[in-house]
């Protein structure tokens, strides 16, 4: 190397260190955010997996036929909640506030029809659409939006 | 030396012989039978015992034209009771339950004792069944000739009237014609056929409640424990249940494989394969008809929450 050589190669790194911070930073944010949206889509999962539980048991010994429950969305609400809790330190709100917030509805008889979606449903169901605000620190260096709504949606049904 | 020998040696085979291990082919006929095992529940059932479905109200006396019936009207009802037919009476014959019915004997206008049959009523408590009251259903009927024509107009309109209530002890009072007559004549009875319990339609099933319907299928979740009651109707009427037992055994849990008033409590935790149901198949047995084999049958189809695409 020579002594021209030497500061080409100093001058470069100059240049080139706030690019690379800035794609490290970023692939780092980017990863937490997905792990973020898994764990909160997990949580919505889990919630209208319980739901879909809850039966009516009247109906069940009149009938013999599954039908939800008349409390299945308040259900899946209140355990989307309490799963979204353990995800609390990266979310830009609060567990309950997310849950209250998001789109639950049962189905309870069949066929029926998702207005929202327009799904058909042939068992009873369960659909949870939720938007959950996340804080993504990193993008905020990097002079994006401090908070980044992650959509997540969940149906269930019993099968 | 020889014959020392011999002998030694003969009598060394007979001492070291033991006897054959083969099977005695007879060996099972001198078996000694045990003795017969006696029922647990030693409950004395009266021969002809059934399930009333129809019960007394008041006996009735009907007067059309010459005739006169004596009858006994029933309400369609189940009061819990039991009754057998103790005595079938005719006309005028006595009977060793006269006197003993709590609605009484009627006669006829000639004072002979009305044909009938008497009934022993029952109900069922811990120690069996108990006699509680005896009763006596009449059926009779005597027809008289006119005394002379008629000059009051139209004939007479068939009349009815409820001779007794339910607790009377008094005679059933009879209601006879108003209408003249040519000539006193005997009655010429005309004896109605005895009483006969009507043929029971007997009927079983699986609710998924001690009240609820009987069900031919059922949705079940996985590892949720549902119960199970065996139900008997007999005329449409809900008749307990003295036993039953589970002849399939699919569940991967179940509280017992026999039982009475209890119900089965059934889980399954094992998923069958895609559109596949099982069936759960009961013998039970009343307190009704405690020697009537009875099944009763209920498909399962096991479902599980699931995430959908």
């Known amino acids: ?159 | 030396m020889k014959k020392r020998t011999a002998l030694l040696l003969s009598l060394i085979l007979v001492l070291s012989s033991i006897s054959a291990n083969a099977r005695e082919p007879l060996e099972d006929e001198w078996l000694i039978p045990a003795p017969p095992v006696p029922d647990p529940v030693a409950f004395v059932v009266p021969s002809g015992l059934y399930y009333v479905t129809d019960t007394y109200v008041a006996d009735v006396v009907a007067t059309s034209d010459a005739t006169t019936i004596y009858s006994t009207t029933t309400v369609h009802e189940s009061t819990g009771t039991y009754a057998r037919v103790i005595d079938s009476v005719d006309t005028g014959a006595s009977s060793a339950f006269d006197g003993m019915a709590f609605n009484g004997r009627g006669a006829l206008t000639n004072g002979q004792a009305l044909a009938g049959t008497y009934y022993e009523n029952f109900v069922l408590t811990a120690g069996g069944y108990v006699p509680v009251s005896i009763v006596f259903f009449q059926d009779d009927s005597e027809t008289k000739r006119r005394q002379a024509v008629s000059s009051l107009g139209a004939a007479a309109k068939p009349t009815a009237s409820p001779a007794a209530v339910v607790t009377t002890t008094s005679p059933v009072p009879v209601v006879t014609t108003t209408r003249p007559r040519d000539a006193i004549a005997p009655p010429s009875i005309m004896p109605q056929a005895s009483i006969q319990p009507a043929p029971r339609t007997v009927r079983t099933g699986i609710s998924l409640s001690p009240d609820g319907p009987t069900l031919a299928s059922a949705e079940v979740l996985r590892g949720r424990l549902v119960q199970f009651w065996p139900r008997v109707f007999i005329d449409n009427v809900d008749v307990p249940i003295r036993s039953w037992r589970l002849l399939s055994a699919q569940p991967d849990h179940i509280s017992a494989s026999t039982g009475s008033t209890q119900p089965l409590a059934a889980q399954w935790i094992r998923m069958p394969v895609p559109g596949v149901s099982w069936s759960l198949r009961f013998e039970v047995y009343s307190e009704v008809s405690p020697t009537e084999r009875l099944e009763a049958e209920i498909s399962v189809m096991l479902r599980s929450p699931a995430l959908v695409d």
């Open chain 1, 1 to 159: 190397m020579t002594r021209d050589d030497g500061g080409t190669a100093a001058l470069t790194t100059i240049v080139m260190l706030p690019l690379l911070l800035v794609v490290l930073v970023g692939v780092l944010e980017l990863g937490a955010l997905r792990a973020v949206a898994y764990r909160a889509g997990a949580a919505a999962d889990l919630a209208t997996i319980v739901a879909v539980g809850d039966q009516d048991q009247i109906e069940l010994a009149h009938s013999g036929k599954l039908r939800l429950a008349a409390d299945a969305a308040d259900v899946a609400r209140d355990y989307f909640a309490r799963n979204l809790s353990a995800t609390a330190p990266a979310l830009a709100a609060s567990a309950t506030a997310i849950a209250a917030s998001a789109d639950i509805a049962s189905f309870p008889t069949t066929p029926s029809f998702d207005p929202r979606t327009g799904a058909r449903y042939d068992r009873p169901t369960v659909r949870l659409i939720a938007s959950v605000p996340v804080k993504t620190p990193g993008f905020a260096a990097l002079l994006m939006p401090a908070i980044t709504t992650v959509t997540i949606r969940s149906t269930s049904s019993p099968r």
